[in-house]
Structure formats: C-alpha cells, structure tokens
C-alpha cells in the first residue's frame, strides 16, 4: 500500500518534479545579509532567463523575508528557493502559476580547514549555455562529485566540463595565479557564477584577472589557488595532488576568510 503524495488536481511543485527552479544561500552576521545586492540580483536575473513570472510583489515578499529572518537570528546561513509553482504531470509549461518561494536557515559552518589538498575530478560536467552560470535546482552533478570527493580523499576537486576545460570545484569558484596574474575559467559553457566571484571582480579585490579557457594540462605552472564561495568565503589551495603551491591568502581578500565569514 502506498500513501497517494500527489494531488492532480492541485499539482505538485515543479521544483521537486523537475528541478524547475534556482535558489542562493548567503552568510547574515549582525542580523545583515552580507553581499545581499548580488544575491538580489541573482534571484532576479534568473527568474528572468528560465522565463519565470516572478514579479516586484512576490519578490518584495521574498525581501521582506530575508530581512526579517535575519533580525531574528542574527547570525546564520540562509538559503532562498524560487521554483516555477505547481503544475500537474508533464513538462508542459503551466499558463497560470505563480511562483513558490522557501526560506531555510541553519547556523553558520563550522571552520573549514585553513587550506585545502584539491585533487583533478574523473567526472565531468555537461555542456548546457543556456544554463550556464546559473544555480538551478538541478545539482545531481554536484551530488555526484561529492561522492567522488569522499571516495578519493581529497578536500575538494578541480572540475572540467566534457570537452576539457577547468571549469570551477565542487564547493566554489577557482581563482589561481601564475607569475604576477590572476585567473579565473570562463563559465559560458556551464558551472555556476557564484556570488563572492563576482563581487571579487567587480571590486578588483585581485590584480589583473583574466577569464580564460584553460585545461588541467595548463595548471602545471600555477604559484597559487583560490576556491570561492559566500558562505565558506575564500578558502586557499596548499596541494593539487603531489603538487604543494602557496596559499597565502592575498591582502584584499582576507575579509572574506573563513575565519571571519564563519
């Protein structure tokens, strides 16, 4: 005998269907969301690209919760869900739904390790431009190479997309240094652009960084690494395999540590 979870007539969110949706988890300290512009902005402009109809109310809506989460709590991680609504069976866009939202908190992380021994991932991500960039509902890929993480012993891995380019790792964004520059890979062909990524970049928080297409063969050479994200915030890269390079973390840069992001 099996309990009936689905209603036809009522539908069933397409978020749990499908992976119809995005979301984006930020760091609040002193009841502020931190970096919260960018995550408004990210909410937004992919509601727009996957053709979501979520409008100012809905968002003020979404707004106004975080905020209030935030006073209450003060400190913690929050995570903003935004799905496409309900639908019944099919993948037939819905005419008439509006969107679902869910705001989740939990306690900020505990300190991640000061520096991290990475390793190159086997498994390789899908090449898909129209979701390039975005942080969908659909992180079956991530789930996996977590799982390949665990298996192999490594902090973290070094991810390519399936025609060979050094895309990002699981947990973040990839920044690395070679000589006097900085870089970090182009996600035009899939990854997520994440939070912290962007703001390094547009506060010019590191010299002189170029977006480039690399393969993993092109890290040979590289002084140092960088893995980025806004709730772990900049952890640096000692190991890549047998490979010790330098992770100190650069002067601009120590304001988003783990340290004082945790």
């Known amino acids: 005998m ?3 979870l689905y209603d036809a007539n009522a539908g069933l969110d397409r978020g749990i269907q499908f992976g119809d949706g995005h979301f984006t988890t930020l760091v609040f300290k002193h009841g502020q969301p931190q970096l919260w512009s960018y995550h408004k902005r990210r909410l937004l402009v992919t509601s ?3 053709g979501m109809r979520l409008g100012d109310a809905c968002f ?8 209030k989460a935030c006073e209450k709590q003060q400190n913690g991680v ?3 869900i935004v799905t496409r609504g309900n639908s019944q069976q099919g993948y037939r866009l819905p005419e008439q739904a509006a969107p679902n939202w869910y705001l989740t908190t939990s306690p900020l992380p505990t300190r991640f390790n000061s520096s991290c021994h990475v390793g190159f991932a086997d498994m390789q991500l899908g090449e898909q431009p129209l979701l390039a960039g975005l942080k969908t509902l659909n992180r079956l890929e991530q789930v996996m190479l977590h799982k390949e993480r665990a298996e192999r012993g ?8 399936s025609t060979g380019y050094v895309i990002e790792a699981i947990q973040g964004n990839l920044f690395w240094r070679r000589h006097d520059r900085w870089f970090t890979p182009k996600l035009e062909r899939c990854g997520i652009a994440g939070i912290l990524r962007q703001a390094i970049l547009d506060q ?6 170029s977006i480039v297409e690399e393969e993993l063969t092109d890290l040979t050479d590289i002084n140092a690494m960088l893995i980025v994200n806004s709730v772990r915030g900049v952890i640096p890269v000692s190991q890549i395999h047998d490979k010790v390079i330098d992770n100190t973390i650069p002067a601009d840069l120590k304001a988003f540590t783990d340290e004082t992001c945790a």
């Open 48 to 50: 727009e690209r996957l």
């Open 60 to 67: 003020n809506d979404i707004a106004q919760a975080v905020f």
């Open 78 to 80: 929050m995570k903003v």
């Open 154 to 161: 490594f902090d973290d891995l070094i991810v390519c997309s």
């Open 204 to 209: 010019g928080l590191l010299p002189s960084v």
């Open 2 to 4: 099996f309990d009936t």
